[in-house]
């Protein structure tokens, strides 16, 4: 939901996106309107439209006129790429950090990795979403 | 329309004997748009509402609404709404009288709305007005102001009294009817929480002297706290404005006024830092107090909540 | 619609305050006074006119219903967006229209009294012989000035209440003082009561409405000009 942490429009952005990269929202499936998600989250229509424009200048939402906003052909590989080039960023880097706070030696932490993959992949938990 | 601002005031100053309600305010509010009215009570929000309404009367400085002066103009003022907190109805109305007559003087005026507001408030409108609850009278200031669908709509502390249901209604309502209708809203509150999510621009008032007055989103993550062993913080912050500190033992958190880069954010973690959003209330009442004195900052925190 | 109009139709959306309640006393005024004439009637009074000062009591109302339409709908005016002009206007417009039409209809009363004998009493409610003896016109305009001028004095007070709240007040009621005091001194200090009755009784109808209504238009201009500057 929606936090402090930065501004509204980001957040319903990702928001968007998230649902765009697990398959909520399908390609070529209609968005729920800026006023919609206005009124679900208690924000201000006019930042939760910036929020979905920013989507369509990116290229992940198209607009129909008088008919509403779709999730364009391709949005979720693009957004599965751009992801991938965060990973690094967001979750090794904090990962390492504290690995070596803890005293966790690099072959270790393989080992770790290699094990939590395992259970994942026979679960069913997604890598991907958060 | 055009964008000329749908408010704008110049140099206003209000003097109450030795006491100074308004101090060399100036203000341009665009129209269509959600602002909040921020501040602490008696920081001078309902004296500068009713002085841009032509209800009240400055010592200083011009007021003007879609370029003109309200004062004693018809047009002007039939072009806005503003119910004070503490409004005062004829005597011997009942609340569906008083909903009669904003009917008369409010050309968008929506009976449909006005009558569903009083389903979802559970208005009982055949009771006098003076013989309401202080929640039911908010429900009628609230009726009024939503229902006129004036250009300029102010709310004066809408919610005295409501419930947290009734405070959910209204806002509910108001995000709703603006999406349909927009128009110039200008909310004035010190509960900074529970509307921060709803404005798009923020006038923060203090002591009669206007201390922010920015656009939401950009108030928003815009300060961080930073909590961890306190020579580790103190390197971290460097030279970003402080806002707030405690500090305990060892142990520093304090409150920059920054937008972190991912970089940065890294280097917290590497140096073991933790990192918390500041959010828009704790931003508001830091930047209005000032970091001089905690102690006052801090009760004021409470006085706000 | 104008909102001139709209004003007098907020002022009514509460029927009771403008036309219930004086229309309430006058009734209830002119029954008692019946009943009275009739008493004395039977109880062998032998008067040939009996007067009664009833008709006044819905006028004093008025000096009431001046106070009341400021106090309270003003402040709720400004919340509906009306100009202070336009709020004075429609509210001394609908009491304008208000007395000219009760005062027609003390007229009428007054005729219908008239030829009835004194509903059959011989009593006299509304036409009072100073009164009556003049025109049609000059008697209607005598009630509407007195009701006008009641009205005006009610309205000013509290515009004065409006705007400067109990400070208004009290200079508004040690100045009045003053000068009742100092004209009451003046009469008794110069011996002059005897002249001030004697001026008193050579007033006629015509002359409280021409002088009634000077005093009620410089009270309207001076209620006009206070309002200017009141708050809520």
């Known amino acids: 939901m929606i936090d402090d942490s930065k501004p509204i429009f980001m957040q319903i952005a990702e928001l968007i996106e998230s649902d765009i990269v697990s398959g909520v929202l399908a390609e070529e499936s209609q968005v729920p309107s800026t006023n919609e998600f206005a009124a679900f989250y208690r924000i201000n229509p006019a930042t939760a439209a910036k929020g979905v424009n920013r989507l369509v200048e990116n290229g992940l939402l198209y607009k129909k006129r008088g008919i509403g906003m779709f999730v364009a052909q391709g949005a979720r590989h693009q957004l599965l790429e751009a992801r991938r080039h965060q990973f690094h960023e967001q979750y090794i880097r904090p990962l390492t950090a504290e690995a070596s706070k803890l005293g966790i030696g690099t072959q270790e932490l393989i080992t770790m990795i290699q094990t939590s993959a395992h259970t994942d992949v026979n679960g069913q938990g997604s890598v991907i979403n958060d | 329309m055009t964008n000329a601002p749908a408010i704008q005031a110049t140099n206003l100053s209000k003097n109450y004997k030795e006491l100074t309600a308004l101090d060399q305010v100036n203000l341009a509010l665009e129209p269509n748009r959600i602002y909040g009215l921020l501040g602490r009570n008696g920081a001078g929000k309902t004296t500068l509402m009713s002085i841009l309404t032509g209800q009240g009367f400055a010592n200083q400085g011009t007021v003007k609404i879609f370029g003109h002066n309200p004062y004693e103009h018809d047009a002007t003022l039939s072009r806005m709404c503003f119910i004070r907190e503490s409004q005062k109805y004829p005597d011997d109305f009942r609340a569906n009288q008083a909903f009669k007559a904003a009917a008369l003087f409010y050309e968008n005026w929506d009976e449909d709305l006005a009558r569903e507001l009083i389903e979802a408030f559970r208005l009982p ?9 202080r929640g039911q009278l908010s429900a009628v200031g609230v009726i009024i102001g939503l229902a006129s669908r004036a250009e300029i709509t102010f709310f004066d502390e809408p919610y005295l009294g409501l419930d947290a249901v009734a405070r959910q209604i209204f806002y509910d309502r108001l995000v709703e009817d603006f999406a349909t209708h927009p128009r110039t809203i200008v909310l004035s509150s010190h509960l900074i929480d529970e509307v921060a999510n709803l404005l798009e621009h923020v006038v923060v008032i203090d002591a009669g002297k206007i201390v922010i007055d920015e656009e939401a989103e950009s108030l928003r993550g815009a300060a961080v706290t930073v909590t961890g062993n306190a020579e580790k913080v103190a390197e971290f912050i460097g030279s970003y404005p402080v ?48 970091t001089e004195d905690n102690d006052t900052s801090d009760v004021n925190v409470e006085a706000m909540k | 619609m104008n909102r001139i109009i709209k004003v007098a139709r907020m002022q009514l959306i509460n ?22 004439f009739w008493l004395v009637r039977r109880a062998g009074g032998d008067e040939a006119v009996m007067y009664s000062g009833g008709a006044q009591a819905p006028m004093w109302y008025f000096l009431a219903l001046g106070i009341q339409s400021l106090t309270l709908t003003f402040p709720f005016s400004l919340a509906m967006s009306v100009s202070r002009r336009t709020f004075y206007l429609g509210t001394v417009l609908l009491f304008g229209i208000s007395a000219l039409l009760l005062s027609t209809f003390y007229y009428l009363m007054g005729l ?39 009205f005006m004095i009610g309205f000013w007070i509290a515009t004065i209440y409006m705007r400067w709240r109990t400070s208004g007040m009290l200079v508004f009621f040690v100045a009045l003082a003053a000068i009742l005091l100092g004209t009451v001194f003046y009469l008794t200090l110069g011996e002059k009561w005897g002249q001030f009755w004697a001026w008193a009784i050579t007033w006629s109808a015509g002359g409280v409405v021409l002088w009634g209504g000077a005093v009620a238009i410089l009270m309207a201009g001076a209620s006009y000009l206070t309002l200017r500057k009141a708050t809520a």
């Open chain 2, 125 to 133: 409108v055949k009771r006098r007005i003076k013989k309401l609850s």
């Open chain 2, 243 to 290: 806002l707030h500190r405690d500090a305990l033992g060892s142990l520093a958190s304090i409150s920059i006024r920054t937008r972190l880069s991912q970089a940065e954010r890294a280097r917290a973690a590497e140096l073991g830092l933790e990192l918390s959003p500041v959010s828009l209330q704790q931003l508001v009442v830091r930047s209005a107090m000032g």
């Open chain 3, 15 to 36: 029927k009771w305050t403008f036309i219930g309640i004086p229309l309430l006393i006058l009734g209830g005024a002119f029954i008692f006074t019946m009943a009275i």
């Open chain 3, 112 to 150: 219908v009294e008239q030829a009835t004998g004194g509903w059959g009493l011989g009593g006299r409610f509304f036409a009072l012989e100073w009164v009556a003896d003049n025109n049609g016109f000059v008697q209607i305009m005598f009630y509407f000035v007195l009701m006008l001028l009641l």
